[in-house]
């Protein structure tokens, strides 16, 4: 068995995320990606959450180490997603891998084309929590 890494969230994160999951007319599939991502999680206050953890709204950037590729993503919630800004779908495939993230991990995850993809977490650019705003 595949040891699963454990990801860190936010009580506010949690709390917002399964308000977007249960929306009406969301799509049922968000609630079961968010109950894989919970099962490995472990839920902290985001006053503790430590500054090299993924929370949303962090912007961070990811490197391909195999295409040297280096790409900069801020993770949103559905409504704010827009792919060519940067504004990275939580509930995607790398959304959901990326959340709860530590600096320094590869992110493995698996695209609609099939592929499993590995990108490094290189350096957090900004995390809500450490910059004190409590209200994203």
């Known amino acids: 068995m595949k040891k699963t890494k454990t990801c860190y969230l936010t009580e506010l994160d949690v709390a917002r995320l ?8 969301a799509d049922a599939r968000l609630q ?18 430590p500054a090299n953890i993924v929370t ?8 391909d180490e195999t295409s040297g590729e ?13 792919f060519a800004s940067g504004r990275l779908n939580v509930f995607s495939p790398l959304g959901l891998a990326l959340l709860g993230a530590r600096r320094g991990e590869k992110i493995r995850f698996t695209p ?10 290189e350096k957090i650019l900004f995390q809500p929590e ?7």
């Open 70 to 82: 280096h790409m900069t993503w801020t993770l949103v919630y559905p409504p704010e997603a827009e």
């Open 130 to 136: 450490a910059a004190d705003d409590f209200t994203r």
């Open 32 to 49: 079961d990606m968010l109950d894989q991502v919970l099962e490995r999680a472990a839920i902290v206050d985001s006053r503790e959450i």
């Open 112 to 121: 609609p084309s099939g592929a499993e993809k590995v990108l490094k977490l």
């Open 18 to 25: 399964e308000k977007h999951a249960a929306a009406p007319g």
């Open 56 to 63: 949303m709204n962090s912007q961070a950037i990811l490197v």
